[in-house]
């Protein structure tokens, strides 16, 4: 890896690794870290580019953040994880449990999307208008290329199929809010998707995990507790 992945750690015991959505850090799981780490060794991770993690030089993807997430567990000895994905680092840990299923004890996919054709339509389209517009200026502007590699994250990725989720044998919570940006439709085709995988829909919006820490706490705590 190019780069070294900042990350904040608290607790003891199982590691759980939490990664933030797109544009965010690790930050945005204030309300985990404090809850978690009564339970866990939680670390929560800057993906490349994000927070405090360098950008490096290598392809801003979800497939080249998944290859981050492996070199960082293996720099810190860590076998099998407990891994809790937010929107895009639902598909990062999606991503990498598929990829490295050995290695995944447990897996929480929070607002996560196997392609942008989940995301409902009327958050898409002005992602899309943005993603045209910065490309538009990107070879004049740090700003804007910037703003164009996280927005192409939305807009070309994942690429994923139902089908591609029918081997994976990791315990599974799949979790959205009731007003998510993901289709329930979609949510649900993952859940389905995934032998045994277990399905919760709260009341909330995309941030749940944030907006509603209790309800969410609870029953990714329950998850945790049957693996």
């Known amino acids: 890896m190019d780069i070294a992945l900042y990350h904040q750690e608290r607790g003891a015991g199982a590691p759980l690794v939490l990664l933030h959505g797109n544009g965010e850090d690790g930050g945005y799981f204030i309300h985990q870290i404090e809850y978690f780490s009564k339970s866990?060794?939680?670390?929560?991770?800057?993906?490349?580019?994000?927070?405090?993690?360098?950008?490096?030089?290598?392809?801003?993807?979800?497939?080249?953040?998944?290859?981050?997430?492996g070199e960082f567990l293996t720099g810190l000895g860590l076998e099998r994880v407990l891994l809790l994905g937010f929107s895009d680092g639902a598909n990062i840990a999606l991503r990498f449990a598929l990829d490295h299923p050995e290695q995944v004890r447990a897996l929480v996919l929070n607002g996560g999307n196997l392609s942008p054709?989940?995301?409902?339509?009327?958050?898409?389209?002005?992602?899309?208008?943005?993603?045209?517009?910065?490309?538009?200026?990107?070879?004049?502007?740090?700003?804007?290329?910037?703003?164009?590699?996280?927005?192409?994250?939305?807009?070309?990725?994942?690429?994923?199929?139902?089908?591609?989720?029918?081997?994976?044998?990791?315990?599974?919570l799949v979790i959205a809010g009731t007003r998510d940006m993901i289709r329930e439709a979609h949510t649900r085709q993952i859940a389905a998707a995934i032998p045994g995988a277990a399905l919760k829909i709260l009341p909330g919006n995309h941030f749940v995990a944030h907006k509603n820490p209790e309800a969410f706490n609870r029953a990714v705590a329950e998850f945790l507790n049957t693996v």
């Open 40 to 69: 866990y060794r939680v670390l929560a991770v800057d993906t490349r580019g994000h927070g405090r993690s360098p950008r490096g030089t290598a392809p801003f993807t979800l497939g080249q953040f998944a290859a981050d997430l």
């Open 117 to 172: 054709a989940g995301v409902r339509r009327r958050t898409q389209w002005p992602i899309e208008l943005g993603y045209r517009i910065a490309r538009r200026f990107a070879g004049r502007s740090e700003e804007a290329r910037r703003h164009a590699e996280l927005l192409g994250l939305m807009v070309l990725e994942p690429q994923l199929r139902p089908s591609d989720l029918a081997g994976l044998r990791v315990p599974t």
